[in-house]
């Protein structure tokens, strides 16, 4: 319902004021005030969409009222009403947002008029308030989807240069500041921690959280350039462990990559923090990547592998060469034979590449266990054939998951999205639907259909955005949020970015010159 205070220190006055309102706007709820005081008191309580306002009045003026209601409730829309009709009222009338003024007397014709449209113009603005916290609601709950998506993306995909500014800045960060990475495993039952990870890091400012998955959560940081990497390193990772439950925690470990100049180098900084993590049975708890042994220059066959062998790696593991892995990793421990290597200090080699397998995996859905040696081998010769079962196993775990996909599944996923487009719809929601991982969701989209997962949703919702514009009877307003967009100008942007020409444009050309 719309309100209305009338002020003004003449009974007679107001009383007249609301004879000839309530008969032109009779669903109109009239409140009166007889002085500026208590105009301010009723301002609050009341809580009018327009005030009539007498200017001279005794102790506080109108003007003066006007000026105090106005900057509490800047919302609310002033009508001078006065008997003097000067320059110096009028001009400090418009200086304080004032938006119309009645002379005394006046017609009840043009009172009903100049009201009438101060109350258009209120109820035009209130409902347009109404629904920008709507779409400010709706944005803060699909928030969190945005950030697991754009960490996915982000580590795992590439994102659209359509997307990533836009949602990026939604987040809240610079697209161009300093980032690290960092991976949290996660004790198996204890997955429910993850909420108060979330919740801390969010607390914190420190950065996204992404998707739990395979019992590791992907975190982004942003730098803060007001002190140390490893200073922040360090307390980040203690936090995290903290709202995990203590330090004391078996099987809860932190790694942390290194620093990249910007977001679209954060998928190194990963796979450097899950090289940084080591068998989670160590008593440490979290460990920076930069602190990982190094190659001495020795030139021994044991020196820590170079970047470049840790990124072929990755990728044997993602692509599914197990042939190539096993040929490598036994190859490695008959030139350990070869050249007298420590037994022990190979195996612990070995360990850690099997170790890194599992990590990978588990981005993909594979649940493998932590790969160990059942034993200590006694000689190479045993340790090269446990290290082959070991990988027998792994490849199998990996064969399994493969054979349980079915052949169609991304053309079911390409057709949920199709249908559900216009929803806020996420990897992490796909992957649930689909008993997937939402990193493997993104590279078998990817692999099979040439395109990304956020390309493809786009597509679906900038043709359903096309069809819709036929219909004049719909704004580009509500198409935008009928699509599943939350904001005009995003849509405007992605639209005119795929299409060459804006909404506008577009519609323009379809309805034939009108819009």
Same mark, same amino acid.
């Given at each position: ?10 009974q ?116 347009d ?24 993306q ?11 500014d ?10 161009r ?13 204890e ?10 890091v ?6 996204w ?144 590449r ?14 493998i ?35 349980r ?39 078998? &989209? ?34 935008? &949020? ?25 519609r ?7 819009e």
């Amino acid at each position: 319902m719309t309100k209305l205070l009338i002020v003004d220190d003449e009974q007679v006055g107001r009383e007249g004021l609301q004879a000839i309102l309530q008969k032109g706007f009779p669903d109109l709820e009239i409140e009166q005030a007889k002085n500026g005081k208590m105009a301010i008191g009723l301002a609050e309580e009341f809580r009018p969409d327009v005030i009539l306002m007498d200017i001279k009045m005794p102790g506080m003026d109108g003007l003066e009222a006007a000026e105090r209601i106005g900057e509490r409730f800047p919302e609310i829309k002033i009508v001078m009403v006065t008997a003097y009709d000067t320059f110096d009222y009028a001009r400090r009338a418009l200086k304080l947002g004032v938006k119309d003024y009645l002379l005394k007397p006046s017609k009840a014709s043009e009172i009903k008029a100049t009201v009438g449209r101060v109350l258009e113009q209120a109820l035009a603005e209130r409902l347009d308030r109404e629904r920008s916290l709507m779409r400010e609601d709706a944005l803060r709950r699909v928030m969190p989807v945005i950030e697991t998506d754009i960490v996915t993306q982000l580590l795992f995909d590439h994102v659209h240069e359509v997307h990533s500014d836009e949602l990026v800045s939604w987040l809240g960060a610079d697209a161009r500041g300093e980032v690290f990475a960092l991976s949290v495993l996660v004790p198996e039952g204890e997955e429910g921690a993850y909420a108060a990870i979330r919740d801390r890091v969010r607390r914190e400012g420190a950065g996204w959280v992404g998707a739990l998955y395979g019992r590791q959560i992907p975190i982004i940081a942003f730098r803060d350039a007001g002190r140390s990497f490893r200073a922040q390193a360090n307390e980040l990772a203690r936090l995290l462990l903290e709202a995990a439950g203590g330090h004391s925690q078996s099987g809860w470990f932190v790694g942390v990559g290194g620093v990249c100049e910007s977001l679209a180098q954060v998928r190194q900084s990963y796979r450097e923090a899950l090289l940084a993590t080591p068998d989670p049975a160590q008593p440490v708890h979290y460990r920076l990547y930069a602190d990982k042994p190094e190659n001495d220059g020795s030139n021994s066959i044991l020196d820590y592998p170079d970047k470049r062998w840790e990124r072929h790696f990755f990728e044997q593991i993602r692509v599914g060469d197990w042939d190539g892995i096993r040929a490598e990793t036994l190859d490695f421990l008959r030139r350990c034979e070869s050249e007298g290597a420590d037994r022990l200090h190979a195996q612990q080699r070995v360990s850690e590449r099997l170790w890194v397998s599992s990590r990978v995996l588990a981005e993909m859905g594979v649940e493998i266990g932590t790969p160990t040696f059942s034993f200590q081998a006694q000689d190479y010769r045993q340790l090269r054939a446990e290290t082959g079962s070991i990988l027998d196993r792994i490849r199998q775990a990996y064969a399994e998951h493969v054979e349980r996909i079915k052949p169609d599944t991304v053309r079911r996923i390409k057709q949920y999205i199709t249908e559900h487009s216009h929803e806020d719809i996420s990897l992490e929601a796909i992957g649930e639907k689909f008993e997937l991982s939402p990193f493997y969701i993104s590279k078998l &989209f990817k692999e099979q259909i040439g395109v990304n997962y956020i390309d493809f949703l786009t597509e679906c919702r900038i043709e359903r955005a096309k069809k819709l514009m036929s219909d004049p009877s719909r704004s580009l307003k509500e198409i935008t &949020f009928e699509v599943g967009y939350h904001d005009p100008n995003y849509f405007s942007k992605v639209f005119k970015k795929l299409c060459d020409v804006s909404p506008t444009e577009y519609r323009r050309a379809l309805l034939g010159g009108g819009e």
